[in-house]
């Protein structure tokens, strides 16, 4: 079955430092994968999305993310984190399930800046 | 009003009432979903629906009652709820369900509180 893992659930990182979050997926044909944002008590926004081409993909705020078939991974990176970026952040493969499809998230990894 | 709205944005109420969560999309979008987000839980998929058809029911308790008259407005219908249904419920919304590219749009929530 489909699936996304994000191994970390806290990340700590001082302000100005770069920031790598993992996602690993498994998913059998060519992923469609997002990656979201979550401000406290708010929605879900989209930072990027990847479905073909370039694998490093530039997304808004100031993120990137590479995807490595081979790793069936698609970690979020920023080379300078800002306190304004602590959130939950999600990533997501779109997945087809019978005729339809539907995004599979991962649990989430929340993250912390320190001043 | 742009995106995805959301109504109310806090609610609290006892296990004897009956109350309802409203969803507005103005994006033109032809699907809509119902997550719970609890406290250290992965998102859950509760309901989606796809041109008004409702396509998928994740074995939610028959307390939660959806309804969808049209493709912009989304209702989630609460009778004798439990405490533990207290959560975050996010609205989304995407294009259709045909395309696993179709990225999903958030509304702000509803922060549920049963007493």
């Known amino acids: 079955a489909q699936s996304v893992t994000q191994p970390d659930i806290h990340i700590t990182v001082s302000e100005g430092a770069s920031l790598e979050l993992r996602c690993n997926y498994s998913?059998?044909?060519?992923?469609?994968l997002f990656w979201y944002v979550q401000s406290p008590g708010q929605g879900l926004q989209l930072l990027l999305k990847?479905?073909?081409?370039?694998?490093l993909v530039q997304g808004i705020k100031g993120f990137e993310a590479e995807f490595k078939r081979s790793q069936s991974s698609f970690n979020l990176r920023k080379p300078s984190v800002h306190w304004s970026d602590a959130a939950e952040y999600f990533c997501?493969?779109?997945?087809?399930?019978?005729?339809?499809?539907?995004?599979?998230f991962g649990s989430g990894t929340r993250l912390l800046v320190r001043p | 009003e742009t995106g995805v709205t959301q109504t109310p944005r806090h609610l609290v109420m006892g296990m004897t009432n009956k109350k309802s969560l409203k969803c507005e999309q103005h994006?033109?979008?032809?699907?809509m979903y119902w997550y719970k987000q609890s406290a250290k839980k992965p998102l859950e998929l509760m309901f989606v629906?796809?041109?008004?058809?409702?396509?998928e029911n994740n074995s939610v308790p028959s307390r939660f009652s959806p309804e969808c008259p049209n493709s912009s407005h989304l209702f989630l219908h609460l009778h004798t709820l439990q405490p533990e249904d207290s959560a975050l419920y996010l609205c989304?919304?995407?294009?259709?369900?045909?395309?696993?590219?179709?990225?999903?749009?958030f509304g702000p929530g509803t922060r549920l509180t049963v007493l």
């Open positions: 989304a919304s995407s294009q259709d369900l045909f395309s696993g590219r179709n990225e999903q749009f």
């Open positions: 998913y059998g044909a060519t992923p469609y």
């Open positions: 990847y479905f073909s081409g370039d694998t």
């Open positions: 997501a493969v779109g997945s087809r399930m019978d005729s339809s499809y539907k995004l599979i």
């Open positions: 994006l033109g979008h032809n699907a």
């Open positions: 629906y796809n041109f008004k058809e409702q396509t």
